[in-house]
């Protein structure tokens, strides 16, 4: 078995802010920050649509369109289809894949490490953690 390395308990964290809680109730994905874009800029619903259908300020909406306004969202048919498709774009590609692979591996080790950390804890009920573990 192997050793299980130092951990480290995680200081009490405070509880968000109203200010807090409302940034992160705002955030889009970059696809839904694309189509809102888009659909800005065909006109199809005004800034102050945008900002009460995703709960964001003007000026954030507005970031979006000057940030996304020039993107568009690629379907993976379409690189199928591509027989010209650009070779620093291939090559982005591929580096999407092997991260994918890389992220996969690491939920795998910590899915690991967290079942491990857990049965030595269930064996030792009547100690506390003490801010550190030693491995």
Request: aromatic residues 2%.
């Amino acid at each position: 078995m192997r050793p299980v390395p130092q951990v480290y308990w995680p200081a009490t964290r405070a509880e968000p802010n109203a200010e807090q809680k409302a940034v992160r109730a705002r955030h889009l994905r970059m696809g839904e920050r694309i189509e809102l874009a888009t659909s800005l800029i065909n006109r199809e619903i005004s800034v102050d649509q945008a900002s009460r259908e995703t709960g964001a300020s003007r000026e954030q909406v507005a970031e979006w369109v000057r940030r996304h306004g020039g993107d568009r969202i690629i379907q993976l048919s379409e690189l199928r289809l591509s027989r010209t498709m650009p070779p620093t774009l291939l090559a982005r590609c591929n580096q999407l894949v092997e991260l994918e692979r890389c992220l996969m591996q690491l939920q795998r080790e910590i899915l690991l490490f967290e079942s491990v950390l857990k049965e030595r804890l269930r064996h030792a009920p009547s100690e506390r953690p003490s801010g550190r573990l030693s491995g």
